[in-house]
């Protein structure tokens, strides 16, 4: 069963994909994701790639984000993430593209938009053959001071060529990785359309920092 876990909507039931090709985020790490996002959801724009139930962008919805793109390209997923985001009332705050995650980046970049927050939560074997961070660098989404969020599986790196990463969330299998923009100097420009968004604490380039989910 899928919950809203915090904000004005925790507790709100949602429905899910009966299909094993959606993998829902455990509720364990999902709470700890967004421990670690905290203030930095409130006023963000944000999308959701490869999206499944809606279930990460509605949290961020009930947590005080701005707006929410949902990207997925399974026709029952695209029905469902509807459906939950009339059930949560959120559909003056939301769109849904129901698009390939590439062809959803390239159809947004010509439409000029940016986001604060980007949560990536593809299927396992895709990223050994793409790599969803380099349409979203070419196409420009991630504001100045945005974080991309990259669910992924344990055994498998992400490029790093795109992106700086700078924090690793650890749970069973699950590796939750944050990237943004890299510095070009030690003092980076704010980007007034950030709004409150501002990058998550400074870590070393070279030991990114790991945290892992409370028990």
């Given at each position: 069963?899928?919950r809203?876990?915090?904000?004005?909507?925790?507790g709100?039931?949602l429905?899910?994909?009966?299909?094993?090709?959606?993998r829902p985020?455990?509720a364990?790490?999902?709470?700890?994701l967004?421990?670690?996002?905290?203030?930095?959801v409130?006023?963000?724009?944000?999308?959701?790639?490869?999206?499944?139930?809606?279930a990460?962008?509605?949290?961020?919805?009930s947590?005080?984000?701005?707006?929410?793109?949902?990207?997925?390209?399974?026709g029952?997923?695209?029905?469902i993430?509807n459906?939950?985001?009339?059930?949560?009332?959120?559909?003056?705050?939301t769109?849904?593209?129901?698009?390939?995650?590439?062809?959803g980046?390239?159809?947004?970049?010509k439409?000029k938009?940016?986001?604060?927050?980007?949560?990536?939560d593809?299927?396992?074997a895709?990223l050994l053959?793409?790599?969803?961070?380099?349409?979203v660098?070419?196409r420009?989404?991630?504001?100045?001071?945005?974080?991309i969020?990259?669910?992924?599986?344990?055994?498998?790196?992400?490029?790093l060529r795109?992106?700086?990463?700078?924090r690793?969330?650890r749970s069973?299998?699950?590796?939750?990785s944050?990237?943004?923009?890299r510095?070009?100097?030690?003092?980076?420009?704010?980007?007034?359309?950030?709004?409150?968004?501002?990058p998550l604490?400074?870590?070393?380039?070279?030991?990114?920092?790991?945290?892992?989910?409370?028990?």
């Amino acid at each position: 069963m899928l919950r809203i876990i915090g904000g004005f909507h925790k507790g709100r039931r949602l429905k899910m994909v009966r299909d094993p090709r959606i993998r829902p985020m455990p509720a364990k790490l999902k709470e700890s994701l967004f421990n670690l996002l905290q203030e930095k959801v409130k006023e963000a724009d944000c999308l959701d790639g490869f999206a499944g139930s809606g279930a990460v962008g509605l949290e961020a919805l009930s947590r005080g984000a701005a707006t929410v793109v949902f990207i997925e390209e399974f026709g029952p997923a695209v029905k469902i993430i509807n459906q939950n985001i009339e059930r949560c009332g959120f559909q003056d705050k939301t769109r849904v593209l129901a698009a390939e995650f590439n062809r959803g980046v390239i159809r947004l970049s010509k439409e000029k938009k940016r986001f604060d927050i980007i949560f990536i939560d593809p299927p396992y074997a895709l990223l050994l053959e793409r790599n969803p961070l380099k349409v979203v660098k070419k196409r420009g989404l991630l504001k100045p001071n945005g974080i991309i969020v990259l669910r992924h599986f344990n055994k498998i790196n992400p490029d790093l060529r795109f992106f700086e990463r700078f924090r690793l969330l650890r749970s069973g299998d699950d590796v939750i990785s944050f990237f943004r923009h890299r510095l070009e100097t030690e003092d980076r420009k704010i980007d007034p359309s950030a709004r409150n968004v501002q990058p998550l604490t400074r870590l070393s380039r070279s030991c990114p920092k790991e945290v892992k989910p409370r028990r």
